[in-house]
């Protein structure tokens, strides 16, 4: 049982358009992160949110935390062929004795075609 | 200021070889974290370690598979034996502290004939 749920897991848009990415669990998290993952490359950290219905933006990136911080939710504005990569959430859940132990969802591989 | 290195970044093995995979974490910091990436998967946890000790290895599979962070030098993630499922990307992170933010390396793509 994957305890992030990422959707979709493939995404193919034409630049300009704006598409949205989702993270979901049925557990608590403390905090959770988004990277962004190049081919043959380590993952980049992109935001950490924290707090129950936090919203944080980084240029057309617009994420947010739920409310119960149960899941978390990736919005590209006007997608650019640079977006393209593999997106991944990540958290350490409540309870985990603050060990930074990160769970990972599956990733969603997009891509921006020009 | 180097990220983290992750060193060889391909390694070719054979069955039943050992292979060992190196990770100097950023300066500063004293605590390492290995995850494991299959193709088309999310990162698994495998272990998190502090200088000389192995703080949590929940992830780590109980036959083969071993980590050491010695008090001078890198991290070594050891993996006896070889076999073909082992062949995945291997990703050390470092933090300053526990819970802190991780920083990933460029990871250590191995693969087992």
């Known amino acids: 049982t994957q305890l992030l749920e990422q959707s979709p897991q493939f995404l193919s848009i034409q630049e300009g358009e704006n598409l949205t990415v989702y993270c979901n669990s049925s557990s608590v998290f403390s905090s959770l992160q988004w990277y962004r993952q190049e081919p043959g490359e380590g993952p980049v950290l992109l935001v950490t949110v924290v707090t129950g219905g936090e919203v944080k933006k980084l240029k057309r990136l617009t994420f947010q935390f739920g409310d119960a911080r149960k899941d978390s939710s990736l919005h590209i504005t006007a997608a650019q062929p640079g977006d393209t990569g593999l997106y991944l959430c990540?958290?350490?859940?409540?309870?985990?004795?603050?060990?930074?132990?990160?769970?990972f969802g599956q990733g969603t591989t997009l891509q921006v075609k020009p | 200021n180097a990220g983290v290195m992750q060193n060889p970044r391909h390694l070719v093995r054979r069955r039943g070889q050992e292979a060992r995979l190196r990770c100097s974490p950023m300066k500063g910091h004293s605590h390492v974290y290995w995850y494991r990436q299959l193709p088309e998967e999310g990162l698994k946890f495998m272990v998190y370690?502090?200088?000389?000790?192995?703080?949590?290895e929940s992830g780590m599979p109980k036959e083969r598979f071993s980590a050491e962070f010695p008090k001078e030098g890198p991290s070594i993630l050891r993996i006896q034996q070889v076999v073909r499922g082992d062949s995945a990307a291997y990703f050390c992170?470092?933090?300053?502290?526990?819970?802190?933010?991780?920083?990933f390396g460029a990871g250590t793509r191995l693969s087992v004939l």
């Open positions: 370690l502090q200088k000389e000790n192995i703080i949590d």
């Open positions: 990540a958290g350490e859940r409540i309870g985990s004795s603050n060990t930074g132990k990160l769970i």
């Open positions: 992170a470092s933090s300053l502290t526990s819970g802190d933010i991780q920083y």
